[in-house]
């Protein structure tokens, strides 16, 4: 709200999201705010907001999600991976206020990752979908694919040391260090 309410800090988030050589990662918090500015943001009046849980606690541990088909720049190249990552959030339920989604995302086309449980369902089943959000959808991002917003923690788990197993082909790198690989070469 200090960002919406001042109109200073207002017009220069607004410029930076209408610039066509920027682009902007919210994970977590940072979702949540991204999210609560999606008026500014060109292309993401689709977006949810982000509210409690609906376990109504604090969700912290490894899960799995899906890279769906999107035009995020984050994940060129990663559409139909099921990878591991940590969530840590209190209030990571995604709501839509104008059209929740029905059994098919498909009329939502920058929806970019959604929960999966084991058997790489897509879920709304606690505890694979730690938060309660509709379709399992976690991820979003805008038709040019600048803007993503996730709740999960692609940061603490790029590097194979930080999960307690990984496949040996993986070696040193975990998938996710491709997410932010991609953003380097977007920038150039």
């Not at 035009?71 to 139909?80: A, I, R, T």
């Not at 839509?96 to 059994?103: I, L, Q, V």
């Not at 929960?115 to 959808?137: A, L, M």
Request: with cysteine; hydrophobic share 40%; charged share 20%.
């Amino acid at each position: 709200n200090s960002i919406l309410l001042n109109n200073r800090a207002r017009d220069q988030f607004s410029s930076f999201f209408h610039r066509t050589d920027t682009f902007a990662l919210g994970v977590c918090n940072g979702c949540q705010m991204m999210a609560h500015l999606s008026a500014l943001i060109p292309g993401a009046e689709q977006w949810p907001v982000f509210v409690r849980n609906a376990s109504e606690q604090f969700e912290a541990r490894l899960v799995m999600v899906e890279v769906t088909p999107s035009p995020s720049l984050f994940f060129d190249g990663m559409v139909g991976s099921r990878l591991p990552v940590v969530v840590a959030h209190g209030e990571g339920q995604a709501v839509f206020s104008s059209r929740a989604p029905d059994e098919d995302t498909a009329g939502l086309p920058c929806v970019a990752l959604r929960y999966t449980d084991n058997y790489g369902e897509v879920t709304q089943t606690y505890p694979s979908n730690p938060n309660g959000s509709i379709q399992g959808i976690t991820g979003m991002t805008t038709p040019d694919g600048r803007f993503t917003i996730m709740m999960p923690h692609p940061e603490r788990v790029f590097r194979t040391v930080q999960y307690s197993w990984y496949p040996k082909e993986w070696e040193d790198a975990s998938p996710w260090s491709r997410f932010f690989a991609n953003a380097r070469r977007w920038v150039g």
